[in-house]
T-cell receptor
Framework: GAGVSQSPSNKVTEKGKDVELRCDPI?????LYWYRQSLGQGLEFLIY????????KSGLPSDRFSAERTGGSVSTLTIQRTQQEDSAVYLC?????????????FGNGTRLTVT | AQSVSQHNHHVILSEAASLELGCNYS??????LFWYVQYPGQHLQLLLK??????LVKGIKGFEAEFIKSKFSFNLRKPSVQWSDTAEYFC??????????FGAGTRLFVKA
């Protein structure tokens, strides 16, 4: 079946512009996660959705970052007034449930470059 | 707060050499442990996982990992690496709650 799909795969934007990153999880997966991968920094947790609600937003770096999920499926991560330090690969992952025994299935990521 | 430490950021080995990548976590309660791998140009994928039971778990492609509770460790091993094992390896833990916390990753380069 189809895996986790993210778009765009690459995004170059000017400092100060807003960007939207999209994630289409595996069908039937109720849990959805956003991570940020910076060089040498590993994966930084941003936000977690169970269905359409976000019980854990603790990783969002600032109020310029927001995310939503509609219909228990597609999620959008929005970064307002982008800064150069926002440049990174943004990864989306989904899992069958929010249970501790559900491994994550990752998309290929969106590489964001802020110039 | 939970955290995961991977001691080696870059590892270079020759084919047929043995591999051990270190991973330590900080969380005193029950944990679920994972190793994920990212091959060049591909997405992250699960290599192996530990939930309970036998602390020595086997994953794909001949990899194994051992959970040592007293050491808060979950080291990844492979007796004989191949060039195709060149990738970045991430240790991850779920401690309290349901959030997967990742280490910084180890880049492995295997010389043919």
């Amino acid at each position: 079946g189809a895996g986790v799909s993210q778009s765009p795969s690459n995004k170059v934007t000017e400092k100060g512009k807003d960007v939207e990153l999209r994630c289409d999880p595996i069908s039937g997966h109720t849990a959805l996660y956003w991570y940020r991968q910076s060089l040498g920094q590993g994966l930084e947790f941003l936000i977690y959705f169970q269905g359409n609600s976000a019980p854990d937003k603790s990783g969002l770096p600032s109020d310029r970052f927001s995310a939503e999920r509609t219909g228990g499926s597609v999620s959008t991560l929005t970064i307002q007034r982008t800064q150069q330090e926002d440049s990174a690969v943004y990864l989306c992952a989904s899992s069958q449930s929010s249970g501790r025994d559900s491994p994550l299935h990752f998309g290929n990521g969106t590489r964001l470059t802020v110039t | 707060a939970q955290s995961v430490s991977q001691h080696n950021h870059h590892v270079i080995l020759s084919e047929a050499a043995s591999l051990e990548l270190g991973c330590n976590y900080s969380y005193g309660g029950t944990v679920n442990l994972f190793w994920y791998v990212q091959y060049p140009g591909q997405h992250l994928q699960l290599l192996l996982k530990y939930f309970s039971g036998d602390p020595l778990v086997k994953g794909i492609k001949g990899f194994e990992a051992e959970f040592i509770k007293s050491k808060f460790s979950f080291n990844l091993r492979k007796p004989s690496v191949q060039w195709s094992d060149t990738a970045e390896y991430f240790c991850a833990v779920i401690g309290g709650g349901f959030k997967t916390i990742f280490g910084a990753g180890t880049r492995l380069f295997v010389k043919a």
